[in-house]
């Protein structure tokens, strides 16, 4: 703590710790209000966590009837088409079938119904023929089926990445790449210590996911406790993925949503995830054969034709777990310390998570007031791919003809957007995020080395210390 | 009079362009996403302008500079900088040459850290006359293997090699089983199961470069299966010389030009 202790203290009103989909979408909401607000991420990009390694899915039920967490995620089903519009997020509303293959299954859909009507959610019970209808690729062995007409492909990188640039748009800074190392407080409110800064707010938004105990074990907090909880997931290449119509979900169990089979907004189609509580575990993010071969198989019975599909990727990612799956409250012994935290539904509460927690941090004191016009939409950056019309993208954006990822159809033109936003990439896998380079089946191989030379130009760096991931350098 | 056109102007591309300029009355045209023609082959291989030369004489159009994007009711999409162009044509010949394999294609499991690279993108990035890694592990024997084994060294690395062949490398590892990529920021070796004996073998490395395949590339939508229509892909995987690829375009243009006459 000494080094950072030279630097001057910077006041906030309210410092966000976290730069996943519940900081972001919280800092943005803020943003849109006459606070100062401070966005810290232990991470050198925005989305590294639990917001980066999910399903895509805008799932429309999480929760119990009557809970926050419900309340909040069927607010937010209101409103995806108008914010994806506004912050260019690629979002569709396809529907899912849930599926039972088993009598003890067809027993357990009946309740999962009853449970999403009484959250107030659209649903209906379909018969096998009706499932067929819906996703006509769903297993013969289909006894029994249910309609979730609002569930939803999102990107969560481009959401979350939105979320922060709407923020930064309105002033909100942005601190990356500095963990946070101490957190102090006095009688004006908190100090937010990282390796350079000394952050002053009079309150502190614990949004850091899988990382929240250890932050609320800084600031003399709760003992919070939460542990990863890995899911593992197979990609299938986007020539299987137009054939889908629909999102497949299993049967859930009270435990865990099972493997399902999932479009995506890129066109792939996404398998998994399992669920694997590592108590003790670390944020490994590591694959196992057996693992993978397992979500093959189990995606197999949902949905027979993905057994031939090609996987262009594998890869793991951990929820935060912890005892309290859902929590937006202050701290029991720290009074200005508010933890906002989600197990699985961060991406789905997020579009009215900020304004919950406006109203939870006005009713403590805060004493926010809407600011005169703030920025609300972010400059649209449009897609090549799918383009109808790509000659008038040309016109106004030479570089839209430089085809630098030939499998996702990804151009210079967005990839320099990506490289100059508010919340610039500075990384290969930052520009992945942002546009999709690298997404498709030959998995970079004709285009990482172009995306390297561009963000080392923009970087300032070169081939060999150019950064391939928010941790990690090409050259050792 | 219809037009030909094929994707890739590597040596295979120009054999097969300059067959059917030869063997057919239609205008042919031959595209490739660089400037310059050559493909993998380099365009300041003599053979490569020998071939390029005899394109140009039999009268095959050079359109360089311009990826192929979308084929469609027998038209291709073709997009360069501040260029956008549709070229009609009866069939589509795409010579887009190879790729290593994936990490999903080799079953690798384990970590995704930095420093895991497809040997294409290695190739690339050495040439730039950059030091990137001193103990780098090349897994697989595809075509690339042995010149990025080989500038490695140049430069002082220890190349080391997963079920490689050939001289190319330092020290060679052979192993069947299933593997895991170790390290959470940058890659720091690899493990090997199902070896012989109880503890699994772990190999240290600081760099992964994915060498195996060939594996055709397909990134032409409209045209990425052998069921799409009026698409003929000339892709030889095995290694071979320029000439064993020129010539192996040579003999599939002459194919389809005779399968053209027996339907007539």
């Known amino acids: 703590l000494r080094s950072s202790a030279q630097h001057p203290i910077e006041s906030f009103d309210v410092v966000v710790i976290g730069g996943g989909v519940m900081g972001t979408s919280v800092a943005a909401r803020l943003s849109a209000t006459n606070v100062r607000v401070c966005l810290v991420e232990a991470e050198n990009d925005l989305c590294e966590g639990a917001s980066k390694g999910n399903a895509g899915n805008a799932i429309s039920f999480y929760g119990e009837p009557g809970t926050e967490e419900t309340e909040l995620l069927n607010a937010s089903n209101l409103v995806w088409e108008e914010l994806c519009g506004r912050l260019g997020v690629p979002y569709r509303r396809i529907g899912a079938v849930m599926v039972a293959t088993t009598a003890e299954e067809v027993e357990r859909l009946a309740e999962v119904h009853a449970q999403v009507l009484a959250c107030g959610v659209r649903a209906r019970m379909l018969t096998t023929a009706q499932v067929h209808a819906a996703e006509p690729l769903v297993t013969d062995a289909c006894l029994a089926g249910m309609e979730l007409p609002d569930e939803g492909l999102i990107d969560p990188m481009r959401l979350t990445i939105g979320y922060g640039a709407l923020a930064v748009a309105n002033g909100v800074e942005l601190v990356l790449g500095q963990p946070v190392i101490g957190v102090e407080h006095d009688e004006h409110g908190s100090v937010v210590i990282t390796a350079q800064r000394r952050i002053r707010a009079r309150y502190v938004v614990n949004a850091a996911g899988l990382h929240s105990d250890r932050i609320s074990a800084l600031a003399g907090g709760e003992d919070l406790h939460n542990w990863p909880r890995r899911g593992q997931y197979a990609i299938l290449d986007r020539a299987f993925g137009h054939r889908m119509s629909r999102i497949v979900f299993s049967t859930a169990t009270p435990k865990t949503k099972g493997i399902n089979v999932m479009p995506t907004t890129h066109g792939s189609v996404l398998l998994g995830p399992t669920a694997h509580d590592d108590f003790d575990g670390d944020d490994s993010r590591a694959t196992d054969a057996e693992t993978v071969q397992h979500v093959i198989e189990q995606a197999a019975r949902l949905v027979p034709a993905t057994a031939g599909a090609y996987v262009i990727k594998t890869f793991a990612a951990n929820r935060p777990a912890s005892e309290e799956r859902h929590r937006i409250r202050f701290d029991h012994l720290v009074p200005n310390l508010l933890h906002v935290h989600s197990r699985s539904a961060g991406i789905s509460m997020s579009p009215m998570l900020g304004e919950r927690v406006l109203q939870v941090l006005n009713g403590a004191g805060l004493d926010a007031g809407e600011r005169a016009n703030p920025v609300v939409r972010l400059p649209a950056v449009p897609s090549l791919r799918g383009c109808a019309r790509p000659e008038e993208l040309v016109a106004a954006n030479p570089l839209y003809g430089q085809v630098v990822c030939a499998c996702e159809n990804v151009s210079a033109a967005e990839i320099e957007a990506a490289l100059t936003g508010h919340v610039p990439a500075t990384s290969v896998d930052g520009v992945r995020k942002r546009t999709g380079a690298g997404y498709g089946r030959c998995q970079g191989s004709l285009c990482m080395a172009g995306v390297s030379f561009m963000t080392a130009l923009r970087t300032g760096t070169g081939p060999a210390d150019v950064r391939q991931t928010s941790r990690g350098t090409v050259g050792a | ?264």
């Open chain 2, 1 to 264: 009079m219809t037009a030909l056109i094929v994707v890739g102007a590597g040596p295979s591309g120009l054999g097969v362009a300059t067959t059917l300029a030869r063997g057919t009355g239609d205008t042919v045209c031959l595209v490739d996403r660089i400037p310059v023609p050559g493909g993998e082959a380099g365009w300041d291989d003599p053979q490569v302008r020998d071939y390029v030369a005899d394109a140009e004489a039999a009268g095959v159009r050079l359109l360089l500079g311009h990826m192929a994007v979308r084929w469609a009711a027998g038209a291709l999409l073709l997009l360069g900088p501040g260029v956008v162009r549709t070229e009609k044509a009866r069939h589509l010949f795409f010579a887009g040459g190879c790729r290593p394999a994936t990490a999903a294609d080799l079953r690798l499991a384990g970590e995704r850290p930095a420093g895991v690279l497809p040997a294409t993108v290695a190739e690339h990035l050495l040439t730039s006359g950059v030091r990137l890694w001193r103990r780098p592990l090349l897994i697989g024997d595809g075509p690339w293997a042995p010149s990025i084994g080989e500038h490695l060294r140049r430069t002082g690395a220890r190349v080391l090699s997963l079920n490689g062949t050939g001289d190319w490398a330092d020290e060679t590892v052979c192993h069947d089983g299933a593997v895991e990529v170790l390290g959470r920021d940058r890659v720091r070796g690899v493990r090997l199961l199902d070896g012989p004996g109880p503890v699994p073998r772990e190999v240290d490395c600081d760099a992964i470069i994915l060498c195996a395949g060939a594996i055709p590339n397909r990134n032409v939508d409209g045209a990425l299966t052998e069921s799409d229509e009026g698409v003929t892909f000339v892709q030889p995987t095995a290694p071979r010389s320029v000439r064993a690829r020129f010539e192996h375009g040579q003999s599939a243009a002459r194919e389809w030009i005779r399968s053209m006459e027996g339907n007539q």
